[in-house]
């Protein structure tokens, strides 16, 4: 057997972790060429480069950003880990679990991170048990026992099931690849109901979503189950844990502005005038940044438009570090579900159960609507919402952190979002190979939610080169 097969059998037995060191010859010297080229250094691109790097090929992997894991991030803040991006490691992420057991990184509950059980609507502060009688709850009469919090979810779930999550873009499910505000329509559900869902939906908008993509995410939340985790210490520690290892093949700060490839190579080059140049290349980085870059390469039509128009979602956040003397009966109330800009409210606790930490979570419309104003006019906005749910709660926070993912040049969204029709049309042709350029990232990667989807795509791609190699 050839030595590179037995290196490449003994890193996919090893799920390749611990297999680093292993040298093989190189395709070229010099400090800027490689056999493969990587582009982001977020989950995705961390996983192909110790796959390939596993199997002695040289690997280059350029980061835009002055820091590695892209949609993952940890702030350590006032004795609390908290979590920016990523942060739910479901039951079923199979190649997550195993990578952090191997790495010495154990899992942890998400501790406070529960259900939001007080709701505020149209500027009033209901509880879970008083919803259903309200005087705001205007629901129709078939609704209004389900809480704002659980209406998408419910609604979602009486419509159809698909055998396995990956028949979403089956012909016979065309005629879901519509609006899921349209959908909605035409099962009757009430206007107020359609306003509610919107309100804090895990999209752009219920217009702007197709409703064969919410099926598909409901159909892999049904298999990954409950009880998420996430690593001890915060997420980001996987991420470093995985970055130690690639010291010599990890370049931060390397903002990739074009991509061309010939027969027998690709040149990736950088704002900065460096140029790379691989036998192969893995593109990690969202197409949402990805339109960014100039692909000069021969590349599919289908492929360029996919990158042109995929949508990603809007996420804003603000959190707040509470001073030690806030009212402790703010505890019971801290996890609220608005109609408003303050979107939902999280809150996390420390070691003597006192309440330490909040965030304000914003998706869609609202979060879309702060990304257009200053960071410091957004988190006025947010804090004076804050302050009015919680008065007990003014003077008492400070603001460590604003996040809008939308306006992050290196992601530009939170996640992979599919537009009316596009479920048909732009699906089957994102991870597809266009000559020595590969794909991976969360939206390449459809069997699978997240980070996981991100870990097995960065997998798939780099056993997608080494093949080809
Ligand atoms: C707010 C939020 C909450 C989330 N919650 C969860 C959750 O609970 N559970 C879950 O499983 N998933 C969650 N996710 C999703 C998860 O974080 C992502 O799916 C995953 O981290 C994506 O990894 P990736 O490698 O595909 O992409 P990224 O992490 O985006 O990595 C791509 C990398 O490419 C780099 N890049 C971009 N453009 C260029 C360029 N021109 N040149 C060089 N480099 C470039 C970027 O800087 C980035 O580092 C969440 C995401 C967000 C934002």
Redesign the pocket.
């Known amino acids: 057997m050839h030595r590179r097969q037995i290196i490449k059998g003994l890193a996919a037995s090893s799920l390749m972790l611990g297999a680093g060191g292993i040298s093989a010859p190189l395709w070229a010297s010099g400090r800027h060429r490689a056999d493969v080229i990587i582009?982001?250094?977020?989950?995705?691109?961390?996983?192909s480069a110790r796959y390939l790097k596993a199997q002695g090929l040289k690997v280059l992997l350029?980061?835009?950003?002055k820091?590695?894991?892209?949609?993952?991030q940890t702030i350590n803040t006032h004795g609390i880990h908290a979590?920016?991006?990523?942060?739910?490691?479901?039951q079923g992420?199979g190649l997550?679990r195993t990578f952090a057991q191997q790495l010495d990184l154990p899992l942890v509950s998400l501790g406070q991170y529960a259900e939001q059980n007080t709701f505020v609507i149209n500027g009033q502060r209901i509880s879970a048990d008083e919803w259903p009688t309200h005087p705001q709850n205007s629901l129709a009469a078939s609704e209004k026992n389900t809480l704002p919090s659980r209406l998408y979810y419910q609604m979602l779930s009486k419509g159809p099931q698909y055998a396995l999550p990956w028949d979403w873009t089956l012909e016979k499910y065309a005629p879901l690849d519509i609006s899921l505000e349209a959908y909605f329509k035409q099962q009757n559900i009430s206007p107020e109901a359609l306003r509610l869902m919107d309100a804090n939906i895990n999209a752009l908008s219920l217009k702007e979503l197709s409703a064969a993509d919410a099926f598909y995410r409901l159909s892999l939340a049904r298999i990954g189950g409950r009880g998420?985790q996430?690593i001890k210490g915060g997420?980001s520690r996987f991420i470093q844990a995985l970055a130690d290892d690639l010291t010599e093949e990890l370049h931060t700060a390397?903002?990739?502005?074009s991509i061309s490839q010939s027969s027998d190579k690709v040149a990736v080059r950088?704002?900065d005038g460096s140029e790379y140049i691989g036998k192969r290349c893995i593109i990690?980085?969202?197409f949402s940044?990805?339109k960014?870059?100039e692909i000069k390469a021969d590349i599919s039509p289908q492929k360029r438009h996919a990158i042109q128009h995929a949508q990603y979602?809007s996420?804003t956040?603000v959190h707040f570090a509470v001073k030690k003397q806030a009212d402790v009966s703010m505890v019971q109330a801290t996890n609220l579900w608005t109609d408003n800009a303050l979107g939902r409210v999280f809150s996390q606790v420390d070691d003597a159960g006192e309440l330490r930490y909040l965030t304000s979570?914003i998706n869609g419309r609202q979060a879309k609507a702060l990304d257009r104003l200053s960071t410091s006019e957004a988190v006025n906005i947010v804090k004076n919402a804050l302050e009015k749910h919680y008065p007990g709660l003014k003077g008492k926070t400070e603001v460590v952190h604003h996040?809008s993912?939308a306006n992050?040049?290196?992601?530009k969204?939170?996640?992979i979002q599919f537009a009316p029709g596009q479920v048909q049309t732009l699906v089957p042709h994102m991870a597809s190979i266009e000559g020595k350029l590969h794909f991976?990232?969360?939206?390449?990667e459809f069997m699978?939610?997240?980070?996981?989807?991100?870990?097995v795509?960065?997998q798939r791609a780099a056993q997608e080169v080494s093949e080809r190699l």
């Open positions: 582009i982001g250094a977020g989950l995705a691109g961390l996983t350029l980061e835009a950003r820091r590695v894991g892209g949609r993952i979590e920016v991006g990523g942060l739910q490691i479901g992420y997550m998420a996430k997420n390397k903002i990739v502005t950088c704002e990690t980085s969202p940044a990805l960014d870059v979602t996420v956040q979570w996040q993912w992050e040049r290196f992601s969204g939170a996640y991976a990232g969360e939206h390449t699978y939610s997240g980070m996981e989807s991100a870990i795509s960065g």
